[in-house]
Structures are given as C-alpha cells and as structure tokens.
C-alpha cells in the first residue's frame, strides 16, 4: 500500500502563485508514476498533470499548460504542482495519485489507471 498525503493548498488571488506538495509513504520502494487531478464543484474530476518515475515525462492537460509544472523529487518521495498565473476557474480540490508502473517512463490522463489516490485539498482563486 501507499498513502499520499498533500499540502500546500489555500486562498490566492488571480495571478498568484501556489505549490502542491504530495509525499508518499508505504511501499515507497516501487516505481510510481504520479498525476494530479482536479474537481470543482458540479462538475467531474479532470485530470491535470502527470509525470513518470523517471520524471522524463510530462503531460499537461491544455488549459493548465505554460502556468503548471509537475516535478518529482524521489529520494523525498514528494511530487510537486507549481501552480502560476491562477484563474478563478483553477478553483477546484486538487487530489494527487500514484499508479505502481511496469516501465518508469510509464505515465496517463486516466483516472482509473491510478491505484492510489491522496484525500484532496482546496484550492481557492478569488478575482
């Protein structure tokens, strides 16, 4: 098993700039390529960014691309969402997954591709 714990979340103005934190803890060991997701309210969770194990790849979706940047540090375990530029319309709970993957360049948009998933937290953009 691993648990994903996030920090970082809070209030910001638009323009501002927030980092997510999410630190991993169990069986750390294993390759894990690591998402994050989105879910404001009334509407469906979205995928926002992943990176592989390796960290050599990225994926953003489009309306994040340019302001977000996923990063991984594993000897911290911890993988990081540096969040600029922030619209209103980026409020949302923000959830971190992890997927043990079979090749460390392995990585996807999907949420049912993830095996473990962190509890949330909000983020806030007032205008």
């Known amino acids: 098993q691993v648990q994903l714990a996030e920090s970082g979340g809070g209030l910001v103005q638009a323009g501002g700039s927030l980092r997510l934190s999410c630190a991993a803890s169990g069986r750390t060991s294993e390759r894990h390529a690591m998402g994050w997701f989105r879910q404001a309210p009334g509407k469906e969770r979205e995928f926002v960014a992943a990176?592989?194990?390796?960290?050599?790849?990225?994926y953003y979706t489009e309306s994040v691309r340019g302001r977000f940047t996923i990063s991984r540090d594993n000897a911290k375990n911890t993988v990081y969402l540096q969040m600029h530029s922030m619209q209103p319309e980026d409020t949302a709970v923000y959830y971190c997954a992890a997927h043990n993957a079979a090749t460390s360049d392995s990585w996807s948009a999907q949420a049912e591709w993830y095996d473990y998933w962190g509890q949330g937290l909000q983020v806030t953009v007032s205008s």
């Open positions: 990176i592989s194990w390796s960290g050599g790849n990225l």
